[in-house]
């Protein structure tokens, strides 16, 4: 069973930086679609970024400009630079992989901007 696990996460005060990483149990060389979702306490699950495997990204309309989704195929990782946090940005934050269906989702890794 292929294994996400995500790692990163912390406390930051407001207009600070994280990298988040996503390592993946076997390889994403051949997925298309690699995905940052994040949840936060009594809210849906909410699409953050997405990048495609020619490199192409995109990202929800309140992280533009700030988060920035990356990937490296040969560590099997993909990666989430946070910049100018905003206490709006807490949640717990998960990464998948898209091949028609999502995998089973990881423990995600809690991401708690406060001053």
């Known amino acids: 069973q292929v294994q996400l696990v995500e790692s990163g996460g912390g406390l930051v005060q407001p207009g600070g930086s994280l990298r988040l990483s996503c390592t993946a149990s076997v390889s994403i060389f051949s997925f298309n679609h690699m995905v940052w979702y994040r949840q936060a306490p009594g809210k849906e699950r909410e699409l953050v970024a997405h990048i495609r495997i020619g490199g192409s990204t995109s990202y929800a309309d309140s992280v533009k400009g700030r988060f920035a989704i990356s990937r490296d195929n040969a560590k099997n990782t993909v990666y989430l630079q946070m910049n100018s946090l905003k206490t709006e940005d807490t949640a717990v934050y998960y990464c998948?992989?898209?091949?028609?269906?999502?995998?089973?989702w990881g423990q995600g890794t809690q991401v708690t901007v406060s001053s």
């Open positions: 998948n992989i898209y091949a028609d269906v999502f995998l089973p």
